[in-house]
């Protein structure tokens, strides 16, 4: 017999696979939690970096301002009296033309550049005094020189600057600014007429070029973990460097369209006009597989800068891995050494005294000792088991001893149970050979009858078919003399016929006559004709011939008349014959319908001892097949009989053997009784 696993075995997995199911449920929204946190902490980390970056430059911007302020007080304190715009007067200033002059007491400034030249030998930064002309501000000193090496004087200050609108505001400006593909740091001041109007300006520039490229030195040297750092894009519009690196670690300088995602598009490009923001991009890594990177982003509009910091995305996540795998390697330990505990506490206190238990019952039923019983020496479930185990021992005991007696009376009670059923048996047997003996006797009555039943019925056809034969006769006689009739009345019609026929043929006879007469008078007359045209000689030659032509005539329906005579006397003749045939197929025919008249009333008598006849048979017929469907019930009911005598010969065979079986049972069962020592 396979044996199943030991409850303590199950108890120790069950406890196992429930601390393993606690702790992923504790694990699992640990990790998850912990790695939302070290993805704020990250982008919180991003954000101070870029912030930390963002005050560096601006701590460089505003040094460089306040330098460039203070060489300006310096380069406006280098002329000997204050800048005032001289009304009505001009100078010609080159590449500009006339333009209103500028003074310093009697210093005329335009195209004077000595002061400007001294002070770039003295700071080593560029100068330049502007006038005001319309809305525009034109140097007209300067130590400023332009990319082509010229002195810039009598160019303008863009207007789309900063600097500009601030001068027409009448206020200071200081700041970043290209000027003539160079990078400086700007401060302009506005001259002022006593009526506090802007006539010009004056502005020093510090070339920030040197400070900037260490500025971006440093920057570079900024990490965010092992690979993260920090890029720099131009995003001040109208500039020649719109769009472009201004720091990256292999892109600088370069438009950032030449930087791409793993999808091929430049993923810079949609947040080039967005003041803050984070997201995450994949971007390739050095092995071409996508990389997915963390990008947190912050804008600088005083230098037209935004600050992007960038941080692989995996090794954000490392931290959150290693604290994972910690736990989980903690957590395993843990339940290494709890399983072990809880193995041995098992085995001890629920393993030892089960399988004691086991032992006990074991030596009871390999002895079949029911008098033994189990030592009990614990109050726990185990000592509540034996106890029991030992009730059921004593409960079994006693029914056995009960069972012995029950199996000797079973015995008895089987052996005379048996030899009823014999006896049962053998008068069942003779029950179902009587019911077998009339069944046959039945089925033969009902074959008897069947057969007369079916000879009833033949006679039954017979006479129902006599019927209509005679029925069918009746008719045809009434159809004869209804026809015999008929032809009675159509030779009277005929006979009629042949009468009128007759009369006609006088009638005939008497106008051919009186035709004859008319031919021979006019043959006489043609011959009178004729004479008397001989007498005439040549002049009666042509009635001659007419004479004798209808002379011709005359003799022709003569003789036509003769024969026509001829033909109606035979005529005559064959009528009257025909009228008597008549008179006598007329005599005939209702002697044949007087004849048909009797032939139809025996005919009607037939018919109606036909009827008579076919009635009786009928009932004959009804009453052998209501007597074959009671002997047919007879003989079912006789059937049925000899199938219950044989099923009760069956039953009472059975019945002996199984009364036999009951006493061999009771006979094994008291065996088996006596095998427990009780």
Not at 466 to 486: C, D, H, I, W
Not at 556 to 574: C, F, L, N, P, W
């Amino acid at each position: 017999m396979k044996h199943a696993m030991r409850i303590g075995t199950r108890l120790v997995l069950a406890q196992v696979v429930l601390m393993v199911l606690l702790v992923a449920a504790f694990m699992l929204p640990a990790y998850y939690f912990s790695q939302k946190l070290l993805m704020a902490r990250t982008q919180a980390v991003q954000q101070q970096l870029i912030s930390q970056s963002i005050n560096m430059i601006g701590g460089f911007d505003d040094a460089l301002k306040i330098s460039a302020a203070q060489f300006e007080h310096m380069f406006v304190a280098g002329f000997p009296a204050p800048i005032q715009l001289t009304p009505g007067q001009t100078a010609e200033v080159e590449g500009a033309g006339a333009l209103p002059m500028l003074k310093s007491g009697s210093l005329v400034i335009n195209n004077n550049h000595d002061l400007a030249s001294e002070f770039m030998v003295r700071s080593g930064n560029g100068s330049a005094v502007l006038v005001r002309q319309g809305d525009d501000f034109i140097r007209v000193s300067t130590s400023m020189l332009t990319g082509d090496g010229k002195r810039a004087v009598g160019t303008k200050l863009e207007r789309d600057s900063a600097a500009y609108q601030r001068l027409l505001e009448g206020m200071p400006y200081q700041g970043k600014m290209v000027l003539y593909d160079k990078e400086y740091v700007v401060s302009f001041s506005p001259i002022k007429d006593d009526q506090g109007k802007v006539i010009g300006a004056t502005s020093v520039a510090v070339g920030a070029s040197e400070g900037v490229g260490g500025l971006l030195a440093r920057l570079t040297k900024v990490r965010i973990g092992d690979s993260g750092h920090i890029r720099i894009v131009d995003v001040n519009k109208g500039g020649r460097d719109y769009g472009r690196f201004v720091l990256h670690d292999k892109l600088s300088g370069r438009s950032i369209e030449k930087d791409l995602d793993a999808g091929g598009q430049p993923y810079l490009k949609s947040i080039l006009d967005s003041k803050e923001g984070s997201m995450t991009v994949r971007l390739p890594g050095d092995n071409g597989k996508p990389v997915e990177h963390m990008l947190s982003w912050q804008r600088l509009d005083a230098w037209g800068w935004l600050i992007v910091s960038d941080e692989l995305s995996s090794e954000l996540q490392r931290d959150n891995r290693l604290l994972l795998q910690g736990l989980i390697g903690g957590c395993v330990l843990l339940l290494v050494l709890m399983s072990l505990a809880l193995w041995l506490l098992t085995g001890r206190l629920v393993g030892r005294p089960v399988r004691t238990l086991v032992r006990a019952v074991g030596e009871v039923r390999d002895s079949h000792d029911l008098t033994r019983r189990i030592e009990v020496a614990r109050r726990d479930e185990v000592g509540e088991v034996a106890d029991a185990i030992n009730s059921l021992l004593e409960n079994f005991r006693d029914a056995l001893n009960r069972t012995s007696g029950h199996a000797t009376d079973l015995e008895l009670a089987a052996r005379e149970l048996a030899d009823k059923a014999a006896a049962a048996a053998h008068s069942s047997g003779e029950q179902r050979e009587s019911a077998t003996l009339m069944h046959g006797y039945g089925q033969q009555l009902e074959g008897s009858v069947l057969h007369i039943e079916q000879v009833a019925g033949e006679a039954s056809r017979a006479a129902n078919a006599s019927g209509e034969a005679a029925t069918q006769g009746s008719r045809s006689l009434v159809a004869a003399v209804e026809e015999v009739n008929r032809i009675s009345g159509t030779l009277d019609a005929a006979a009629g016929s042949l009468r009128s026929l007759e009369d006609s043929a006088r009638q005939i006879s008497t106008i051919i006559n009186v035709i004859h007469d008319i031919a021979e008078q006019t043959n006489l007359l043609a011959l009178n004709a004729a004479i008397e045209a001989a007498r005439a000689g040549e002049f009666g030659r042509g009635f001659a011939v007419v004479a004798d032509e209808v002379r011709k005539l005359a003799e022709r329906t003569s003789a036509a008349t003769g024969e026509i005579t001829g033909m109606i006397g035979s005529m005559q003749t064959a009528t009257g014959s025909a009228v008597d045939a008549m008179r006598q197929s007329v005599t005939l025919a209702a002697n044949g319908a007087a004849i048909t008249g009797e032939a139809r009333l025996a005919i009607d008598s037939i018919l109606d001892a036909s009827r008579e006849t076919m009635a009786v048979v009928t009932q004959i017929h009804q009453r052998l097949v209501d007597q074959r469907a009671s002997v047919e019930q007879i003989v079912a009911q006789v059937a049925q009989v000899a199938s219950l005598a044989s099923i009760s010969n069956d039953a009472a065979n059975r019945s002996a053997e199984t009364a036999q079986q009951m006493s061999g049972l009771a006979n094994a069962l008291r065996d088996e009784v006596n095998l427990f020592r009780t």
